[in-house]
């Protein structure tokens, strides 16, 4: 056997393994240095794991001199590993300190960080992003990642329960799926080629063959925005559905959200220092028609008029917040594929989910039949040549279907209160930033 | 309520909830037409669901005769719903049929598909991918697609069991990881930039704040190998793990191989017409030293000396075959981040997950220490000051660490018995191939 560096060192406890009434057992515990605070003789340290905090408490005579002064000159952020005794502390929070016996050092620093480990804000967010893995490690955001796993966990829990398959479409496409604008050039080999912004050509194939397909996967789009709520690089939820049509994909959104929620509170609950602002459970979601809005806007002494985008500050006037749908939407702006309604040429069979003026999703029912489809494009001035991959399944007996794309960042947002989506972006990409 | 389309018409039943002691009962049901068999008065016709095969008879005086004639004159592959009612019948394979009253034809097909529906085989694999929403309708893609989401999902589980958390990191990157060969550039608003081979630097950085994590994402590589075996486009399976190293990593691939097999043999016990090469679930996986493998070589008179790869011919020399790992592999050829070995400088503490003469997976122990990889840097070649953005993160305590990435396709090839990458891809990406 060959001896590694780490040999067999390795940890025996996480953090919330470990109680009062273990007094006396043998633990190695292992993290980063929180807190050092030296009186003299005595030094008390802590370090946090994955799962909370661990006090250490090296007091002369109690301990080897060499492991104290050594837990004693430690800056914060230092990575270490901790072998020693549990002794049961009234005076500890946890109820219980580690008296060290050994002490191994993994990485000990000694730069000073720009801000302090256990700082709740801090006000410049570009401070934070290019030191990025450092502010992972602060507990606001520690949260807001552990329950974006757990959502993202609860939601494809829920696709396969109902015998949804999961897909991965290709990221690298020839062309342009929405009509052209905001796409990321690549070279190809040779060729040019683009970065899909929606799996949704694709994943509208796929219900040919699989009926009900989910992919949750990077979408990519060159916005220009510097907003608060776009990305350049963001993940979609995307889901897509044989056999109906949009009135069931709002159905399921609603089942999605619910259990969202439900995830975002069992969280909450199992952790008292959570601050999210978390949205109430809805007994079901609003479906208001665009039409409907419109009016509601223009009595509300707006000035907009049919046909027009339905703006933020319209939507505040008439006092909309919380989750609701606006479906029914104009067909004009909508893409190619987006089916126009039965009884009314002009609107289309679609819906965007809000959570008070912030899109979280856009949904509709698709067209099924290859004429259609062309027609459409045309309309729009699309070449359908370079669509053939595409139209060409339409020869082979589309079903009727459905779908819709939700941003997870903005999910997570409307789920925890979150205001600014690079909170909820592990390593956010935008106009400005490429880094880290 | 404004009307859509599909209005009420939804399915009741799938192929799989409707059985003989249900005669009598009123069903809908909807798919797309496998075959069309007309004989005079009667018609059969099949169709195929999601979830299986539904005969319909429809035979003159027992059902509407525009219902009947419309029926027999459908090509393979329309997409249809039928209502009609269940007829218990011992002639039928599955034990009943459908006797049609109502028909609703959603896209007829006019065209005759370049293979047909029923072929287990199909000689060419550029005419299938051409139509590949329509390939992707035969049963033995079918089952590999259905399997490779109920593996994926095993995974999942057992990520999220093992407490690790789902990360999503950046496939839009300012430089390369492991030395710039075979990435593709993209043009990034105005700047240069690459997509990403691997999540590897943020994956380890990730370690930092929480420990363990893990991500199913695509990587990319400009390969310009035209084999079986490579993609352009590919999911990776990526872990990595704090205060471990990569002896714990291989016991986490194991447990992985194991609950993965498990998943396709309960697929293949739930499918009877599934035709995969499951391999055995092995105890344990057999680790071989590199060293220990090119004495074998020599010894089995292959010319081969300590330095060099390990050629498929040479493994296959020494009969290996099945699971096994080949760890211990000379430092030289592995990329910066690999730990070199305590006891051996020249070997690192590295290993491959191999599957025959196929690769499966990579991992190592990573260097945790900034001054080590930066010569390590230094002695390849590359600009440390381009890695800025990572080396930072090392003045800030990173925890030892190891990890690895699966290639999903690979692993799939493995757990099915599939020779060609290309058939475990939805939409496969290569050299040649941008489309569809």
Same mark, same amino acid.
């Given at each position: ?18 109680e ?120 606001p ?15 494809r ?8 398959v ?38 509208e ?7 009900k397909v ?25 889901l897509?559905e ?5 009135n ?5 959104i ?30 079901n ?5 665009? =039409?409907? /809005?419109? !009016?509601? @806007?223009?009595?509300? %002494?707006? &000035? *907009? ?23 029914d ?9 987006v ?6 040429p ?8 809000m ?11 698709r067209?099924?039949?290859? =004429?259609e /489809?062309? !027609?459409? @494009?045309?309309?729009? %001035?699309? &070449? *359908? ?49 490429l880094?880290?």
């Amino acid at each position: 056997m060959i001896e590694t560096e780490l040999g067999n060192l390795r940890r025996s406890h996480y953090s919330d393994d470990i109680e009062s009434s273990m007094d006396g057992d043998q633990v190695t515990v292992m993290g980063w240095v929180l807190t050092v605070r030296g009186h003299g003789n005595i030094s008390f340290v802590t370090i946090t794991d994955k799962n909370g905090e661990i006090p250490i408490v090296a007091k002369k005579g109690d301990c080897p001199d060499d492991v104290r002064e050594k837990l004693s000159s430690l800056k914060a952020h230092s990575s270490i590993a901790v072998s020693g005794k549990i002794k049961a502390s009234e005076k500890s929070p946890k109820g219980f300190e580690i008296i060290p016996t050994d002490l191994r050092v993994f990485s000990e620093v000694e730069k000073i960080p720009p801000f302090e480990p256990l700082a709740k804000t801090v006000k410049n967010i570009d401070t934070r992003l290019e030191v990025r893995p450092i502010d992972l490690r602060r507990k606001p955001l520690q949260h807001i990642f552990n329950v974006r796993s757990q959502v993202l966990k609860s939601i494809r829990d829920y696709f396969t329960g109902q015998n949804f398959v999961e897909i991965n479409t290709p990221k690298m496409i020839a062309t342009a799926t929405e009509g052209g604008a905001a796409l990321f050039p690549i070279f190809y080999y040779n060729k040019e080629a683009f970065l899909a912004q929606s799996p949704q050509l694709y994943k509208e194939q796929l219900t040919m063959s699989f009926e009900k397909v989910f992919e949750i996967a990077p979408i990519f789009r060159a916005e220009p925005s510097r907003t608060n709520r776009h990305l350049a690089e963001a993940i979609s939820i995307d889901l897509e559905e044989a056999f109906v049509d949009y009135n069931d994909v709002m159905s399921r959104i609603e089942e999605i959200i619910k259990i969202s929620i439900h995830t975002v509170n069992d969280y909450a609950k199992n952790n008292k220092d959570v601050e999210f602002i978390i949205p109430e459970i809805p007994e079901n979601i609003p479906r208001y028609s665009y =039409d409907e /809005l419109i !009016e509601k @806007m223009q009595k509300a %002494g707006a &000035k *907009t008029e049919w046909g027009d985008d339905l703006y933020p500050s319209n939507l505040k006037k008439i006092g909309l917040e919380g989750f609701y749908f606006i479906k029914d939407w104009p067909l004009g702006p909508k893409p190619f594929y987006v089916k126009d309604s039965k009884s009314n040429p002009k609107i289309s069979e679609s819906f965007d989910l809000m959570f008070g003026d912030l899109e979280l999703s856009s949904g509709s029912t698709r067209i099924e039949k290859r =004429d259609e /489809l062309e !027609e459409r @494009m045309k309309n729009k %001035g699309m &070449k *359908t040549d370079a669509f053939e991959y595409h139209l060409g399944a339409f020869d082979y007996g589309v079903p009727p279907h459905a779908g819709c794309g939700i941003g997870l960042e903005r999910l997570i947002m409307a789920l925890t209160g979150t205001e600014n989506i690079r909170d909820v972006s592990f390593y956010p990409r935008d106009v400005d930033r490429l880094s880290p």
